[in-house]
């Protein structure tokens, strides 16, 4: 599957901003069932300086500077990806998940593939006693962990209550859980913290799904602006494998993988500073269009 | 207190008998309760006193008490007119410094062994970091676990490859140590991400060793200068040009040890600054001064790494500077230490240092570390579990124990049953977020209270310093006293009390300060640059001490008993005058226009209104703390007992007078101190600025209010006090007051330094030898504005003067204040701070 994406982000601030310093990620990931075909960001008004560099987690991160006064900054990224995955069936075998929690823990390196690198509390997801508790009713002792992954995906859809103007980005965790409401952002936080909680290791995943579902399916939910969902270590056999909470399923050929770090603070895809104005009002708009 | 003078108090106290001196020291021993089991530094396991503290109690007893005692007022007052203090978190206010009247003292031999430990230490976690960040094999061969890195918060991804700038991670490295019952020094805690201490120890030698100067002589005691020398040298061997420019980047005044790091900055000679004062460009970090963006060379950050730039690490800190990294990642700062260094400081990690020791230096630890069990390990949880009630439990990555509202160190042996299960299944479900350690008794060392010595456990903080020629280690150290007798190691973090400590030495050592070699040195006469912010908080400082200043000679003319209120309808009049504008100016509430006795007092020493005297010195005071490292010890000591004495009650109007009396005396011997002792660089223009500008205005207000077109003789004689010019009026006029000359003395005579005129042709010198900071050009607007109200001002007649004219003036005065702010201080309060953006795209 090919899709051609269009993701576009502007700012519209009361007062005049004199400068900006900006990071941007992105560009759509290759590997993992996915190959980058192109990618071009536009950026009005255009910056003075703009750097390119890989991060930690091997996503293609910009920093641009803008020096000239301006009201508006509008980043427009249009970006073509190959898709072709192949996810695991919901109920297929897998080892217990005290096995994989185990060989995680031994793994020796600190690389971003390594799920030791996911397995503790990051800045946006701790470790939270109650929401391990709600996790572990998931996993009973011995449990295949896509089993278990699974059925809390499901859990969580079918228990928390999807609501754009429920949280903002800054809302905590431990709201969202207690609610039981939130947006894919907080149901991906909610279901990482559950599994770190039982020692496993699960990334968060940023991205894109096709606006306009294949005849015949339902619109999924989130089609309209970026999406998020969790990467989970599954062993050495199955391994990454992603789980889409806000929709119970098994990622497959309709998302689309931005980046994946520890969660929302290291994938964010703009991020920044600014002077001049306290004021600031943020536009989304993604499209994606399957070409082929 | 001059080293001369505290010689003469050694030479009184030592007419006591020797043999009177050697019963006391006697008496002290047989009196010093030792802790059972628990080894102790004075007294050695047969009971009898150790070489070194011998020497120093002979020497000590031989002072008679009550010289003793006046001794230790001595420091305490050092300390508190010196201001040093501390933060305790949660705190509000800052605490006085607590110090313990004795010294530590530790024997020259066991210090060196010490030593030889803590160079040894450095270098193995120098390498370590350098393993860790870069290639990583530790990790890939097995010999780190992989967890027991990416578990810590400070382990920063993104500067994983990024070569330090300057070469280190470690600049400084500190460890916390204690003696364990074996009588070997024992390592309880590395600090590798910004160690603080370095500048109480500074400050607590300089108080000790003055009020003992004689005894401090006899024992021999390295000095500690040469090791901050050092410590400033090497990192201004890292920057990568000569005569670098070096900041100590503070989180503020309201940091629990902003008092150290300003002392820090002000005894090495760097700036202190703030994220505020930095900013990124053409990828290096400089620094916001007066005179425009100024390079910054290296940073001695005591600001935790997370903080340090919200782009790429925490985003909700205001504390860092934005890009940051990226300028690391270009080569264009360097940063002491190398932002990720903390992540040595994970209790996790304990465990591996031997054989990462044997591994990467060919030698076994010389310094034993309390003994620690890394749960993330099966043996070592099983291990922690099956002795729980024998060790303590700790966050295995930071302080504080996960699962569990609690700070510091758990004993499971004192948790109710509900918590004790709730932490073995975490350690059963998440062993990795935990440590058990080793719960030992640590040393004691005797304290002195009322007449007596008495034991009580300390932890030893110990410095080194990355020097060209190696490990550099301060002589001496941050020690902190527990106030419990039976403290356990692990719950010792923050003893309540610090000490001084003694190396002490058979030979004779030498007596180096900070004052470098003259042939290293370049002559210079201009004290740097000066950041925005300082240069904010001078002139806000100036206008803060000129307007209580007048607030005080308001509250004096009222109050006096010469003066209005007391008889005249006239008078009378006069007086409401006064008390209008008392209230005008936030000094007193309106209703107590109804009850005069009153006013005096609330405008002087009320603390609810914003206007009073007392307010205005603690603003004052409170501008000056963020000024510390700028300020002399005297200028802080006499606003500091100007506080005081205005917060002290007073009862009726008499003493309310003659408290602002000594006010305004003590307020004329700081503007001498600031005319007579600041350096004449751009800070001292910028108090002055403000001084003058706030006069100006004030003067400009009095006139307009006491010089009215009808003001009769009461009205004039009042404004001639107001600002100072009975004399001068009387020996040019021998006359009643009457109007325009009157006048013409307060806003127009430019001899008279009293004057608006006088003021405004001050401001109009200052600005023109500030730096310049052309736009286009064109006149700057402070100068365009200075230069047309002299010019006002000096062609103005006073026959001809309106009070809408003197409105008109002192609206221009207010918008030149202004203009000055905008122009020098363009990030100040009122300045445009960087905001983020909305997250969420």
């Known amino acids: ?292 | 207190m001059a080293e001369g003078a505290a010689e003469e108090n050694d030479k009184a106290g030592r007419a006591q008998a020797p043999r009177e001196g050697q019963r006391r020291f006697a008496q002290w021993v047989r009196d010093y309760r030792r802790l059972p089991g628990i080894p102790d530094e004075f007294l050695g396991p047969d009971g009898a006193p150790r070489a070194v503290w011998s020497r120093f109690f002979d020497a000590f007893g031989a002072l008679a008490p009550d010289e003793i005692e006046r001794r230790f007022g001595m420091a305490d007052r050092h300390l508190r007119e010196a201001g040093v203090t501390y933060r305790a978190p949660g705190d509000s206010a800052d605490r006085p410094w607590s110090l313990s009247h004795l010294p530590l003292l530790i024997g020259e031999a066991d210090w060196q062994q010490l030593c030889a430990g803590i160079t040894q230490r450095a270098e193995l976690l120098e390498r370590v970091l350098r393993d860790i960040y870069g290639e990583s094999r530790l990790v890939a061969e097995g010999a780190l676990p992989a967890a027991a890195i990416a578990g810590s918060p400070e382990y920063l991804r993104p500067v994983c490859g990024v070569p330090p700038p300057g070469g280190r991670y470690l600049s400084i490295y500190a460890a916390d140590v204690g003696r364990g019952p074996d009588g070997r020094w024992w390592v309880l805690g590395d600090r590798t991400q910004a160690p603080s201490g370095a500048g109480y120890a500074l400050e607590n030698r300089l108080v000790l060793s003055r009020a003992f100067s004689d005894l401090y002589k006899s024992m021999n005691v390295p000095r500690v200068a040469p090791f901050f020398e050092a410590f400033r040298d090497s990192l201004r061997a890292r920057a990568d040009r000569d005569e670098p420019r070096i900041g100590v980047l503070t989180p503020g005044s309201f940091s629990e040890t902003y008092f150290e790091h300003a002392t820090l900055a002000r005894y090495l000679g760097f700036l202190l600054v703030e994220g505020d004062d930095l900013a990124v460009s053409d990828n290096r970090i400089h620094i916001r001064t007066v005179a425009g963006l100024k390079r910054l060379d290296v940073l001695l950050r005591r600001v935790d790494s997370n903080s340090l730039d919200p782009l790429e690490l925490d985003a909700s800190s205001h504390l860092g500077v934005p890009g940051l990294i990226d300028v690391l990642r270009k080569d264009g700062v360097v940063v002491a230490n190398m932002p990720g260094s903390g992540v040595l400081e994970a209790r996790a990690l304990l465990g591996f240092l031997p054989a990462l020791s044997r591994r990467l230096l060919g030698e076994e630890l010389k310094m034993p570390h309390i003994a620690t069990w890394w749960c993330g390990q099966r043996s070592a949880r099983e291990e922690v579990l099956a002795r729980l009630d024998e060790v303590a439990i700790e966050g295995a990555y930071r302080r504080g124990v996960p699962g569990l509202d609690r700070a510091g160190p758990v004993l499971a042996s004192e948790l109710d049953a509900g918590d004790r299960q709730r932490l073995v299944d975490a350690i059963n479900t998440r062993g990795m977020d935990y440590v058990g350690q080793e719960v030992v008794r640590l040393s004691t060392m005797p304290v002195w209270e009322q007449g007596q010595i008495t034991p009580r456990p300390f932890v030893l903080r110990v410095f080194a310093a990355a020097t060209p020629d190696g490990w550099a280690i301060m002589p001496g150290g941050f020690c902190r006293i527990a106030e419990q007798a039976d403290a356990r190691a692990v719950s010792m973090g923050d003893g309540a009390r610090a000490a001084d400590v003694w190396i002490v030495s058979d030979k004779q050592v030498s007596t180096a300060t900070l004052l470098p070699a003259t042939d290293k040195v370049r002559i210079r006469r201009i004290a740097g640059v000066l950041p925005s912010r300082a240069a904010d908080n001078l002139f806000w400082l100036g206008r803060y001490l000129e307007r209580a200043e007048a607030t005080l000679r308001l509250v004096r003319a009222l109050g006096s008993p010469s003066g209005p209120n007391k008889g005249t309808a006239a008078s009378q009049q006069a007086a409401e005058r006064i008390q209008r504008l008392l209230v005008a100016w936030g000094a007193v509430s309106q209703t107590s226009r109804t009850a005069p006795g009153r006013i005096v007092a609330e405008a002087l020493q009320s603390p609810d209104r914003f206007g009073s005297a007392l307010s205005l010195v603690r603003a004052a005071q409170r501008t000056a703390t963020s000024l510390r490292e700028r300020l002399s010890p005297d200028a802080w000591q006499v606003i500091t007992e100007m506080a005081e004495r205005l917060a002290y009650e007073v009862e009726d109007d008499d003493s309310v007078v003659s408290a602002a009396e000594l006010t305004l005396q003590e307020l004329a011997s700081l503007a001498g101190l600031a005319q007579e002792n600041m350096n004449r660089a751009a800070g001292w223009r910028f108090l002055d600025i403000g001084r003058r500008t706030e006069r100006a205005i004030n003067t400009m207000r009095f006139t307009r209010q006491f010089a009215y077109d009808e003001a009769g003789d009461e009205d004039l004689d009042i404004l001639l006090t107001l600002v100072d010019c009975q004399i001068t009026y009387r020996s040019r006029y021998l006359l009643a007051p009457i109007l325009a000359p009157v006048r013409d003395l307060a806003v127009l005579d430019g001899y008279n330094p009293r004057s608006v005129a006088f003021q405004v042709t001050t401001l109009n010198e200052h600005i023109a030898a500030l730096p310049s900071l052309k736009e286009h050009g064109l006149i700057e607007k402070p100068q365009r504005l200075a230069v047309a109200l002299q010019a006002t001002l000096a062609t103005a007649e006073a026959e001809k003067l309106e009070v809408k004219t003197l409105f008109a003036l002192e609206q221009d005065l207010l918008s030149l204040a202004d203009a000055i702010g905008q122009h020098y201080f363009p990030h100040g309060p009122n300045a445009a701070r960087p905001e983020k953006l909305t997250g969420l795209a």
């Open chain 1, 1 to 292: 599957m090919i899709y051609d994406i269009r993701h576009v982000t502007t700012y519209e601030y009361e007062n005049p901003v004199s400068f900006a310093r900006c990071t941007l990620r992105l560009e759509p990931r290759s590997g993992d069932g996915q190959e980058l075909i192109s990618h071009r960001v536009e950026i009005r008004p255009r910056p003075a300086e703009r750097t390119v560099r890989r991060d930690f987690f091997g996503a293609l991160t910009e920093s641009i500077v803008i020096e000239a006064a301006h009201r508006n900054l509008r980043i427009d990224s249009r970006s073509r990806v190959s898709v072709s995955r192949q996810p695991p069936a919901r109920d297929a075998a897998s080892p217990p998940w005290e096995s994989v929690r185990d060989i995680a823990f031994e793994a020796t390196s600190l690389g971003p593939a390594s799920p030791v690198g996911y397995v503790f509390a990051s800045p946006l997801v701790p470790v939270l006693r109650p929401v391990s508790t709600y996790a572990a009713e998931s996993f009973p002792p011995g449990t295949g962990i896509l089993k278990g992954a699974v059925d809390l995906m499901h859990r969580i859809r079918t228990q928390f209550r999807y609501d754009p103007k429920a949280t903002v980005i800054s809302t905590p965790l431990t709201e969202v859980f207690d609610k039981r409401h939130g947006v894919c952002q907080d149901f991906a936080h909610v279901m990482i913290a559950g599994l770190r909680g039982l020692g496993l290791p699960a990334a968060y995943v940023s991205g894109y799904l096709r606006t306009i579902p294949p005849p015949g399916q339902p619109r999924l939910q989130g089609a309209d602006a970026t999406h998020a969902w969790v990467s989970l270590w599954c062993g050495e056999k199955l391994g990454w494998v992603d789980f889409d909470p806000t929709n119970d399923l098994l990622v497959g050929n309709d998302h689309i993988v931005l980046a994946v770090g520890r969660d929302f603070s290291d994938v964010s895809p703009v991020d920044g500073i600014i002077v001049g104005s306290p004021k600031q009002k943020l536009g989304v708009a993604v499209d994606v269009v399957a070409v082929e």
